[in-house]
Structures are given as structure tokens and as C-alpha cells.
């Protein structure tokens, strides 16, 4: 969903510890306004995501599904938000803090190199 926000779209292949994601398409108009980055064919077929086994969990669970009709009936809990749209949030506020020392740069200014 994240990589869709910018107008991404992904491929998988692979199983398990071998999946990943290679980017097999890209909306131009969306990429370039949403990431104020320039468009280039150099992304597609790139590898995006992979797995990193050295993260997993010795605990993990496989397979977790939550149903929240306990906390709707019994507390009257209404969801405010669906997944999408969470998502959307968070791409849209991570995104102005990735392009917020653009304009000083622009300006001359030296501004602090995170990566």
C-alpha cells in the first residue's frame, strides 16, 4: 500500500526467506508530485523488499488475525480508520519529513545528512 501511495506498483516472486518485490510499474505524473523526485526507468525491475532472516523472531507466530467484534458489541468501539487509509496518513507524513530540508537546500543552505 505504501509503494502504491506513490504510484509504485510491485511484483513478487519467490518463497519464503527468497521472496521479494521488484517494482514493475510506475505512474510518472503521481511518482514525481508525490516524492517531488524526479521520474527515472532506472526503478523498474529494481528490487524493493526482500526478506532478512536475521530479523525474525524465535516466537513468532505465523499467522495472527484480530476480530475486534467483542470490543464493537460489548464497549461500543467503532474502527475510525480502514488500513488504507492509515497507511495513506502515515505515507503522506513520512513523505513531508523526507522533503523537508529540499527548500533550504535550494536556498543554499547546509542542512543535516541523515542517510
Known sequence: MAFKYVGIELEFGGEGVHEVALVSKIDKDRYEKMTNLPYTKALINKEVIAVDPKYFRPTEVDLLLGDPTKAETKLGW???YKLEELVN?????????????VYPQEGGY?????F
Open 78 to 80: 467503532k474502527r475510525e
Open 110 to 114: 547546509k542542512t543535516m545528512e541523515l
Open 89 to 101: 496518513d502515515m505515507m503522506e507524513s513520512d513523505l513531508k519529513l523526507m522533503t523537508k530540508d
